[in-house]
């Protein structure tokens, strides 16, 4: 009797263990929990299979295309790209970022021998949102040339977008391109105010500060004074 008692507590221990390891196991996965909100306003609950992002794309579109699951262990996959979505928000938080990661569908500026003005869509990181403007970050792949020959490397981008530009607000354009004469009729005179941003003694200090930050978030304050000096 006293045996068979031990066998049940054994199997009842064992059922307690297994249970507690499929809860961490699923616990484990959260960090591949997103919601998906489709172009046609619908939300998709479900967890990463695959992502987009540039380290995992050597072979396909960066930044474009991923596939996810209903549950973590769920063999059923729904494959997704930028032009189905409008935003990813991961649903872990973070002591460093507590409203949550959110990556959104844009339309990254993307210049072209044969086109100034085009665009790809593409999937990119919300930074920080600003009264005017949003700044973004992504990874993708470049090739890098030297004495050796050249070799593929992964970079990270930051970029703007404009939050006046009506239904061509969907636009993230890169520091360079924005001091460029790509935005010259859309944003008079941004060309030559960001290429002056980091000139001058109020430029060095301006510079030293976005080094320190190591991201595009300076570009949001350079946006709010070019706006403040076109009103004056």
């Known amino acids: ?11 009842f221990v064992c059922g307690l263990w297994s249970g507690d390891a499929v809860a961490q196991k699923t616990k484990d996965q959260e960090y591949r929990h997103v919601i998906v909100t489709l172009i046609s306003g619908e939300k998709v609950d479900g967890y990463l299979k695959k992502g987009w992002h540039a380290e995992a794309s050597q072979f396909k579109k960066s930044n474009y295309s991923f596939k996810m699951t209903p549950a973590p262990d769920s063999k059923e996959t729904v494959k997704y790209t930028a032009d189905d979505v409008l935003s990813i928000d991961y649903t872990e938080k973070y002591e460093d970022n507590p409203d949550g990661i959110r ?12 086109n100034r003005y085009r665009t790809l869509r593409r999937l990119v990181c919300l930074l920080k949102t600003g009264e005017h403007a ?28 404009f939050h006046d530009e009506g239904e061509e607000g969907e636009i993230v354009y890169t520091p360079f391109l924005v001091s460029s004469v790509l935005l010259k009729d859309k944003k ?14 109020e430029g060095k200090a301006r510079k030293k500060e976005a080094k320190e930050d190591g991201d595009g978030t300076w570009m949001l304050d350079m946006y709010d004074a070019y706006l403040q000096k076109k009103g004056e």
């Open 1 to 11: 009797m006293a045996m068979k008692k031990m066998l049940y507590l054994a199997i």
């Open 188 to 201: 008079p005179g941004l060309k030559e105010f960001s290429k002056n941003w980091f000139k001058g003694k």
């Open 134 to 161: 949003s700044v973004y970050w992504w990874k993708d792949w470049d090739v890098e040339t030297n004495a050796r020959g050249q070799r593929r490397r992964l970079v990270t981008y930051y970029g703007i977008r």
């Open 103 to 114: 990556w959104e569908a844009h339309q990254l500026a993307s210049p072209s021998i044969s």
